[in-house]
C-alpha cells in the first residue's frame, strides 16, 4: 500500500531527469528507501543491486560509515561560509589534496556544484585566459562528436547528443567538433596491436585549420560515457596533447565521471602519461554523496589572472556553494579513504574479472562489440537488430532479477562501486547473462 500510494504521488508531482514520463508512470517503478553497500533497498524491503554506481558516483558503495561520519561531524563545527574575499579550512586543505594527486602541474581548485558547473566554470576560465593576455581572437572550442559535459548551455554546446539537446540547439554557442575515435568500427579497420590512432586525423584537420581563434579542446579522456561507453586508446590523447602544445591550445580533460579511479589509474589521463591545462572533477570526489566539482587549473592558467595596473583580471564567476564546508570535508574524507583502502591495487582483480566476463558475454551475443576499462564493463549490441529495443526489456528484465542498470541506446553496461567484491561483482555478471538469455 505505502508503495503504490507513494507511486500516485510521485506521477502526481515528480519530474524526473532523463526519463520518459509516460512509460514511467505506467511501470511499476522501485522507491529505494535505504542503501548499503551496493544494496538498494526499496520500501517494500527488497534488495536491488546499483550496477552503475547511482549515476557513476557511488564509488565506495552506500552508507560507508567514515563518509557518513565526515558529513554528520562537519554539520556540527561549519555549515556554510563563502569562499569570497574570505576562506575555511576544508577548502584549503581540500585543494591541497587534489594539487598531491592530480597529474603534476595541476596545483590550483575552482570548486563548483556539479559536472556542468564545473564545465560552465572551465570554459569560462579558459576564454578569460586568452583575454588576459592579449590574444581576444580566441573564443570557439574544439570537442568530440557525441562528447557529454554536462547539461546547463555552455556544456551542450561543446557536448551536444541530438537525442538529449536538439531542442536547444538553436541557442547553443558554436563549437568545432572532430569525429570520436571508435575502436569498435574503426574507420581506418585496425586492430588494437596496430592502431596509431589514425581516427586523430579529424582533430588535426582542425587544429591546423582553426587554431588561430580556438580557446580549448575539451574532450572525456579514454571513455566517452553518454556516448555509449565509447573507449579510445591513450595514443589518441597523447597526439591531442602534442598538438595542443604545438600550437599553445589549453587541453581540457573532462574527468567528472572516469577521475577517481574508475579506469583502473587515479585519473585517466595518466594512462596517456599527460597533464592537461584544466582537468575536470566531481561525482566520486565526495565518494557521490553530496554534489561537488572541481576545475583544476595549471599554474600558466591560474597566474593568468592576476590583475596589474592595466587590466582588472578577476574571475567574476561563482557559485552559493562553491567549496562548501561540508562537501569539502566529505571530499577530504573520501580521498583519504582512497589512500587508505588502497584503491588502484585494491581493483586490479577486479578490473580483470570484468574484463573476461565482458569478453566472455561478447562471444555468446552475435553482431555485438563488447569493451572494458578498468571498473567499467559495456556491451554494445547490433542496432540493425533491435539492439535499442533489447537493450531496454534487458534492463527490465535485470530489475526484476534484483540488478539495476540502464541502457545508453543499444549499449547495456555495468560502472559498479570500486568497493564491490568479487563474488558481488559475479552475482551481477549472473543476473546480467541470465537477462541475455531472457531476451533472446
Same mark, same amino acid.
Given at each position: 500500500m505505502q508503495k503504490k500510494y507513494l507511486q500516485c504521488l510521485d506521477s502526481r508531482h515528480l519530474w524526473h531527469p532523463y526519463t520518459n514520463i509516460n512509460t514511467f508512470e505506467k511501470s511499476n517503478f522501485p522507491i529505494i528507501k535505504s542503501a548499503n553497500g551496493i544494496y538498494l533497498y526499496d520500501v517494500d524491503g527488497k534488495s536491488i543491486i546499483d550496477g552503475i554506481s547511482s549515476w557513476w558516483c557511488v564509488n565506495f558503495g552506500h552508507s560507508h560509515p567514515k563518509l557518513i561520519n565526515a558529513i554528520k561531524n562537519q554539520t556540527e563545527i561549519l555549515q556554510h561560509s563563502i569562499l569570497g574575499g574570505i576562506s575555511h579550512p576544508n577548502a584549503i586543505k581540500l585543494s591541497e589534496e587534489l594539487a598531491k594527486i592530480a597529474p603534476q602541474g595541476l596545483n590550483h581548485s575552482f570548486f563548483a556544484g556539479d559536472g556542468s558547473s564545473a564545465t560552465e566554470a572551465a570554459l569560462k576560465i579558459a576564454l578569460?585566459?586568452?583575454q588576459n593576455i592579449g590574444a581576444d581572437n580566441k573564443n570557439k572550442f574544439i570537442c568530440l562528436e557525441n562528447g557529454y559535459h554536462g547539461d546547463t548551455l555552455g556544456a551542450v554546446s561543446v557536448g551536444y547528443i541530438d537525442k538529449f539537446h536538439k531542442n536547444f540547439r538553436s541557442i547553443l554557442s558554436k563549437a568545432y567538433r572532430a569525429k570520436s575515435p571508435r575502436c569498435t568500427e574503426c574507420r581506418y579497420k585496425k586492430r588494437p596491436s596496430d592502431?596509431?590512432?589514425?581516427?586523430?586525423? &579529424? !582533430?588535426e584537420k582542425l587544429i591546423l585549420k582553426h587554431h &588561430?581563434?580556438?580557446?580549448?579542446?575539451?574532450?572525456?579522456? $579514454?571513455c566517452q560515457g553518454?556516448?555509449?561507453i565509447n573507449i579510445y586508446p591513450k595514443?589518441?590523447?597523447?597526439? $591531442?596533447?602534442? $598538438?595542443c602544445d604545438k600550437y599553445n591550445l589549453l587541453l581540457i580533460a573532462d574527468e567528472i565521471a572516469v577521475g577517481f579511479a574508475r579506469t583502473g589509474k587515479m585519473f585517466a589521463c595518466e594512462h596517456a602519461g599527460i597533464t592537461p591545462d584544466l582537468l575536470l572533477l566531481g561525482k566520486g570526489l565526495t565518494g557521490g554523496y553530496l554534489p561537488m566539482s572541481?576545475? !583544476?587549473?595549471?599554474d600558466k592558467v591560474y597566474n593568468s589572472f592576476r590583475c596589474d595596473e592595466s587590466k582588472d583580471k578577476t574571475f567574476y564567476h561563482g557559485h552559493t556553494f562553491t567549496g562548501n564546508p561540508i562537501t569539502s570535508a566529505l571530499a577530504l574524507a573520501a580521498i583519504a579513504l582512497y589512500k587508505e583502502l588502497n584503491i588502484l591495487d585494491e581493483i586490479k582483480p577486479k578490473t580483470e574479472f570484468i574484463r573476461k566476463e565482458i569478453e566472455e558475454i561478447g562471444k555468446d551475443i552475435s553482431n555485438s562489440h563488447p569493451r572494458s576499462l578498468g571498473m567499467i564493463g559495456a556491451i554494445e549490441l547490433d542496432e540493425q537488430h533491435g539492439g535499442n529495443i533489447r537493450a531496454k526489456e534487458l534492463c527490465k528484465y535485470a530489475l526484476k532479477s534484483g540488478l539495476f542498470i540502464r541502457p545508453l541506446g543499444s549499449v547495456i553496461y555495468l560502472w559498479p562501486p570500486l568497493t564491490s567484491t568479487i563474488e558481488e561483482l559475479d552475482r551481477m555478471f549472473h543476473i546480467l547473462k541470465k537477462s541475455i538469455q531472457k531476451t533472446k
Open positions: 578569460q585566459y586568452w592502431c596509431n590512432a589514425q581516427c586523430f586525423d &579529424s !582533430m &588561430s581563434q580556438i580557446a580549448g579542446v575539451i574532450v572525456e579522456p $579514454l553518454a556516448a555509449g595514443i589518441y590523447l597523447q597526439k $591531442l596533447q602534442k $598538438l572541481a576545475v !583544476m587549473a595549471t
